[in-house]
């Protein structure tokens, strides 16, 4: 089974500032991640596929990079509506699996 | 537009049994792969089972022997048939569809199921 590292746990940041969340994998999973944001009882929305793509109608402010082992989710300057959980995602082998998530808070 | 409703869960004792099913509109429901991802109370994500457009399934070890995942394109529903419940069992269980090779782009709202005696 691949395992998602998520790191940081909670990331607490002003409004505006620049969000960055890194997702690590134990083996290489190419380019076969999916970022997704988590707001309080509501289901997961897809912000990013296969590391850099954006989802239909996601703003420009996300951005996905990385390759490998290495991923990372950029939000460049937070909106009120950002301050929720995000999980990164691989389906590059299975079992798919999922990160711990990253809750980003306000400060 | 896309929609994906769950339904099925409930209340159930230890070793109880639930058939949880999920219907779908507004796609082309043939075409997706689909999938249950759970989440515990307060807990992350984690994929369950997937069943691909071709009718390949695929387990979670956690859920393997004891899990059954189908679909009847006819009638544009997925189900969960989930067997021998455990407490560590107890999540909302969500409905995800898929293109095949693509990730998961729309979920449905879950259906919560709780183990409990």
């Known amino acids: 089974e691949i395992v998602l590292t998520q790191s940081p746990g909670t990331l607490s940041l002003f409004p505006g500032e620049r969000a960055t969340l890194s997702c690590r994998t134990s083996?290489?999973?190419?380019?076969?991640i999916a970022w997704y944001q988590q707001k309080p009882g509501q289901a997961p929305r897809l912000l990013i596929f296969?590391?850099?793509n954006r989802a239909t109608g996601i703003p420009a402010r996300f951005s996905g990079s990385g390759s490998g082992t290495d991923f990372t989710l950029t939000i460049s300057s937070l909106e009120p509506e950002d301050f929720a959980v995000y999980y990164c995602?691989?389906?590059?082998?299975?079992?798919?699996?999922f990160g711990q998530g990253t809750k980003v808070e306000i400060k | 537009e896309v929609q994906l409703l769950e339904s099925g869960g409930g209340l159930v004792q230890p070793g109880g049994s639930l058939r949880l099913s999920c219907a779908a509109s507004?796609?082309?429901?043939?075409?997706?792969?689909m999938s249950w991802v759970r989440q515990a109370p307060g807990k992350g994500l984690e994929w369950v089972s997937s069943?691909?457009?071709?009718?390949?399934?695929y387990y979670a070890d956690s859920v393997k022997g004891r899990f059954t995942i189908s679909r009847a394109n006819s009638r544009k529903t997925l189900y969960l048939q989930v067997n021998s419940l455990r407490a560590e069992d107890t999540a909302l269980y969500y409905c995800?569809?898929?293109?095949?090779?693509?990730?998961?782009?729309?979920w449905g709202q879950g259906t919560l199921v709780t183990v409990s005696s």
């Open positions: 069943v691909g457009t071709d009718d390949d399934t």
């Open positions: 083996q290489s999973v190419r380019s076969s």
């Open positions: 995602h691989q389906r590059s082998n299975w079992p798919w699996t």
């Open positions: 296969d590391a850099s």
């Open positions: 507004g796609f082309t429901f043939s075409s997706c792969a």
């Open positions: 995800a569809k898929n293109l095949p090779g693509r990730p998961f782009d729309f």
